[in-house]
């Protein structure tokens, strides 16, 4: 099992940047994918980023493709989601997740361990 505690967040302008870290207790984290979720008032929780345990492999919703970069330091039991060029539509609550891995796609039901999530607003 593994728990998760995310830190970062926080209330931003448009256009600026924020850096959430997500960090895990337990020593198996290394064999954990990961994942940063986001869900905005009203909105179902959406996948943002997932990144494979080795770090190999990583995945961006449409949306944050080319601002957001999800990064893990397993020595450090941590996940980063680097959020640039933000933007209002991007306020939601973040949550850091964990799961054995996925297969073509990830999913909301690929992650098994939930952190309580961040708060990021930005303003226009």
């Known amino acids: 099992q593994v728990q998760l505690v995310e830190s970062g967040g926080g209330l931003v302008q448009a256009g600026s940047s924020l850096r959430l870290s997500c960090a895990a207790s337990?020593?198996?984290?290394?064999?954990?994918?990961m994942g940063w979720f986001r869900q905005a008032p009203g909105k179902e929780r959406e996948l943002v980023a997932a990144?494979?345990?080795?770090?190999?492999?990583?995945y961006y919703v449409d949306s944050v493709k080319d601002r957001f970069t999800i990064s893990r330091d397993n020595a450090k039991n941590t996940v980063y989601l680097q959020m640039n060029s933000l933007k209002p539509e991007d306020t939601a609550v973040y949550y850091c997740?964990?799961?054995?891995?996925?297969?073509?796609?990830?999913?909301?039901?690929?992650?098994?361990?939930w952190g309580q999530g961040t708060q990021v607003t930005v303003s226009s």
């Open positions: 997740a964990a799961g054995g891995g996925w297969g073509n796609r990830p999913a909301i039901n690929d992650f098994d361990y």
């Open positions: 990144i494979s345990w080795s770090g190999y492999s990583t």
């Open positions: 337990g020593r198996t984290f290394s064999s954990y994918a």
